[in-house]
């Protein structure tokens, strides 16, 4: 695999300088456990860390608890203050463990990757990378170490420690990375590769090299918040009082004029009312006298009338 940001001939020179000789005298060959599982919460605990780190921290980890079931069921925060509060990205490593133990019970109902070895090396890779929180790093150390799969594990630090060595030009993803190792390395001499780049790593941390690369990549995100949260300070500063303030002359000045103008408008309204119904009342007594009164005139004057003229019929009888 030709890439242009790798440089093969600094990475053959840099795993020769940190090359162990494989013998059972050698602590980084003495120290690995055989059992797979034990292998994978190892291979958890070097994760952007140096072997330093992971060994004290596996020790500590086993002596506290009385078997591998037993992390399996305690939580993060109840292992954290085994293995310290300062190791570095601890919650997220110790919920990995746990996730994958827990992966591993669900499967055979054990927590047991014997019987991986039975499997053939594309079905053991399968396996191991589907296993439930698991990361490359620790999937390609536990198949290179325990199932002879060729696979070189690779995480972030590594990354920037051969972009700073000149290795790379520059520092790419981690995944990206372990491919090109896999590429670069063979598969007989991935083991011895594997063991020189950790030792790389572990001389970067004892230098202090490791600590001046993780400032560096850490710096970008907290300035970026701190500018944030100043900015919205000083307009809330600014801004917040005079909407307030404007807010609160204009709402009692309209409140009471619209009060005021509407209580003097309703109350005349309501007097012409109540007098203007009597009134209809009045005229509608006085029409039915009125009425009365005209026809008793017209009786009179008709009787009247009557009474005064002779009736000519008599007149003729008379004479």
Do not use: C
């Amino acid at each position: 695999m030709k890439t242009k940001w790798a440089k093969p001939a600094k990475l053959s020179a840099l795993l020769k300088k940190h090359h162990r000789p494989a013998e059972k005298n050698d602590p980084s060959v003495a120290s690995l456990p055989e059992d797979p599982v034990m292998v994978l919460i190892h291979a958890w605990l070097l994760w952007e860390a140096s072997t330093e780190q992971a060994e004290t921290a596996m020790a500590k980890l086993i002596e506290s608890r009385v078997d591998v079931n037993e992390i399996r069921v305690s939580l993060p925060h109840e292992l954290a203050p085994t293995i310290g509060k300062k190791y570095p990205r601890l919650e997220e490593r110790l919920t990995g463990i746990k996730q994958s133990l827990h992966a591993i019970y669900l499967r055979r109902h054990e927590i047991s990757l014997s019987y991986v070895r039975e499997k053939g090396k594309r079905d053991a890779k399968a396996e191991i990378e589907s296993l439930d929180g698991i990361n490359p790093f620790v999937s390609a150390r536990v198949l290179r170490l325990s199932f002879d799969v060729h696979a070189m594990p690779a995480d972030e630090q590594l990354s920037l420690l051969l972009h700073e060595l000149g290795v790379i030009d520059e520092a790419v993803e981690h995944e990206i990375l372990a491919t090109w190792l896999a590429s670069a390395v063979k598969a007989d001499d991935s083991h011895a590769a594997i063991a020189a780049l950790q030792a790389a790593v572990d001389a970067a941390w004892a230098d202090g090299t490791m600590t001046k690369l993780a400032r560096k990549r850490r710096p970008p995100k907290p300035p970026a918040a701190v500018v944030v949260v100043a900015e919205s300070e000083e307009v809330l500063a600014i801004v917040a009082p005079e909407p307030v303030q404007k807010a609160a002359t204009k709402k009692p000045a309209v409140t009471k004029k619209t009060v005021v103008k509407k209580a003097a408008t309703k109350k005349p309204i309501v007097k012409k009312a109540v007098t203007k119904k009597p009134a209809v009342k009045k005229a509608a007594t006085k029409k039915p006298t009125a009425k009365k009164s005209g026809a008793k005139k017209v009786a009179k004057k008709t009787a009247k009338r009557n009474t005064s003229r002779p009736v000519p019929v008599s007149r003729k009888r008379v004479g």
